[in-house]
């Protein structure tokens, strides 16, 4: 009876899904459902649970700092979305290409920054927009005769330098997912447009962007929820979670200084689930309005 039930057909595909199902629940639902319930609560360690209602969420429309944490990280989203989209794409499509010398040794090269620990990466672009005359970037722009340049102390000069950083290590990641995309567009389709007289500009924006439409759809989803919830960088780049006039505090940064270091738990969460709507509204949207829900004919 075991062993028929064991080699049975039907139950063989819940066997497979069940360890995947078991991980959701246990790691992704009850945690997400236990702070939802904490948001409504005032939570501390060691005291026991006080139901609040929505005074969290009243609390966090009137909190200031809050709200420049969402005005932080909405800009660094938009701005990674600028640079880590359109740059990855072009560099992609120029390695892919046929004629290009080198070609792994560029894959490897612009995707070694991925394979950095955070920690490390945060530390050396930190000593290399450092205040100091003798850091890197104060080095260089002294050749030019420009005087040094307090870059963690200024929002948009601090935006730079943690732009540069996410530059630095997300480039390569994004391109290899773009030449995946450009691996399953057939060179037929190139070679026509070759016989009609197209230029590599037509072929570009009438072959190559139109078919990468999916990979370009699947890197804009995932890097919305990599800019909103941004803290590593942040946190290793002012070395620590107190920037001035916090210039560099995000969502999770300001969720991590209430819950870890304020032992506010309930007002964490609350934190964490409006970080969590933001996101879902923003990913449902562009996914809507690029048509993924739309059934194909």
């Known amino acids: 009876m075991i062993k028929r039930f064991i080699y049975s057909q039907k139950v063989a595909p819940y066997v497979f899904v069940f360890p995947f199902v078991a991980i959701f629940l246990v790691f992704w639902v009850y945690p997400l459902l236990s702070s939802f319930g904490m948001s409504f609560q005032h939570v501390t360690l060691g005291q026991e649970a006080e139901w609040t209602g929505m005074d969290n969420y009243q609390k966090l429309m009137g909190d200031s700092v809050f709200l420049m944490s969402i005005g932080n990280s909405a800009l660094y989203m938009v701005l990674t979305l600028v640079i880590l989209i359109p740059f990855p794409m072009l560099l992609a499509v120029l390695i892919n290409n046929k004629w290009m010398w080198g070609r792994e040794f560029f894959k490897s090269a612009f995707f070694f920054p991925a394979l950095t620990s955070v920690v490390v990466a945060g530390t050396i672009f930190r000593l290399m927009f450092g205040e100091m005359e003798g850091s890197l970037i104060n080095s260089v722009l002294g050749v030019f005769g420009i005087e040094p340049v307090k870059f963690l102390k200024g929002h948009l000069t601090g935006f730079v330098a943690l732009l540069a950083l996410a530059t630095w290590r997300w480039t390569g990641v994004n391109i290899l997912y773009f030449l995946s995309g450009l691996k399953n567009i057939p060179e037929e389709y190139y070679e026509a ?4 007289g197209a230029s590599a500009f037509q072929k570009f924006t009438k072959i190559t962007m139109p078919l990468l439409k999916p990979t370009t759809i699947y890197v804009l989803t995932i890097s919305i929820y990599a800019g909103l919830a941004m803290f590593i960088e942040s ?3 002012w070395n620590g979670n107190n920037s001035p006039k916090n210039i560099g505090l995000t969502i999770v940064g300001y969720l991590y200084r209430q819950g870890i270091e ?20 923003i990913n449902l949207t562009q996914l809507a309005f690029s048509g993924m829900f739309k059934k194909e004919d």
Request: charged share 5%; glycine share 8%.
């Open 235 to 237: 946190l290793m780049l």
């Open 193 to 196: 447009a070759s016989i009609d």
């Open 262 to 281: 304020k032992n506010n738990l309930g007002y964490a969460a609350a934190v964490g689930i409006v970080l969590l709507a933001v996101t879902m509204i």
